[in-house]
C-alpha cells in the first residue's frame, strides 16, 4: 500500500486548488483525508467518497508518481477513444440536417420524428442499426427535445372540464375547531 510519504498535504491542496476535474477533485479530497485523519484506512478513505478499496490502491499508488512527474499527467484520467462511430460525418450531419426538417419532407407519413422513426431512416439511409437509447442520444445531440402530447377526451364536455378544472383550483386554507372529543 502506498504511504504517501514523498507527498505532503501541502502539495495535495495545491493541486487541488489548480485541478478542474471534478474526478480529480475527488480522488484528491480521498487522497487528503487519508493524510489528515490518524488511523484512517486507505480504504475508508475512499468509502467516505463513494469508491472501493481496490481504487484506493490503484489511485494512491498513482499519486506517489507526484514526487516525480507533473501533476497534470498523474491526476487526470488519459482520455477514451470509444468505440468508432458507425455513421460518416457527413452522414451524421446529414441525418441531423434531415431531424430538423419535417419526416414529411423526406417522405415519411409523420408529423413530427420520434426515435423509432429516426431509426428506421438511420437503417434504410445508411444501412446503421442503432439501439433506440442511442438514437435518442443522436436526437438530443441534434438539438430536439421531446414533447409531450397532452391529449383531451374528443367526447368530453367542455362545462364538464372547466368544472374538473375548477376543483383543483387553490383555496384559502381554513382553521376549524375540532368538534370531536
Known amino acids: 500500500m502506498a504511504t504517501f510519504e514523498n507527498v505532503s498535504v ?14 480529480a477533485t475527488k480522488r484528491l479530497m480521498a487522497a487528503i483525508t487519508y493524510k489528515e485523519i490518524e488511523d484512517l484506512t486507505q480504504a475508508e478513505a475512499a468509502a467516505l467518497y463513494g469508491f472501493s478499496s481496490s481504487w484506493a ?4 499508488n498513482r499519486l506517489e508518481r507526484l514526487a516525480d512527474e507533473p501533476f497534470e499527467e498523474v491526476v487526470y484520467d488519459k482520455p477514451r477513444e470509444g468505440r468508432p462511430s458507425e455513421l460518416s460525418d457527413d452522414e451524421h450531419e446529414q441525418f441531423v440536417e ?5 419526416p414529411e419532407d423526406v417522405g415519411y407519413d409523420a408529423p413530427a420524428w420520434s ?6 431512416y438511420l ?3 445508411f444501412g446503421v442499426e ?3 437509447r442511442h438514437v435518442r442520444r443522436l436526437m438530443s445531440e441534434a438539438g430536439l427535445s421531446w414533447k409531450t402530447a397532452r391529449p383531451e377526451f374528443h367526447k368530453s364536455d367542455e362545462r364538464a372540464q372547466e368544472a374538473w378544472e375548477e376543483g383543483f383550483k387553490k383555496s384559502a386554507t381554513t382553521w376549524t375547531m375540532n368538534t370531536r372529543s
Open 10 to 23: 501541502e502539495d495535495l491542496r495545491q493541486i487541488l486548488a489548480e485541478v478542474d476535474d471534478a474526478d
Open 57 to 60: 490502491s490503484k489511485w494512491f
Open 115 to 120: 426515435v423509432s422513426l429516426a431509426r428506421h
Open 130 to 132: 442503432y439501439c433506440e
Open 98 to 102: 434531415v431531424l430538423h426538417e419535417s
Open 123 to 125: 437503417s434504410e439511409e
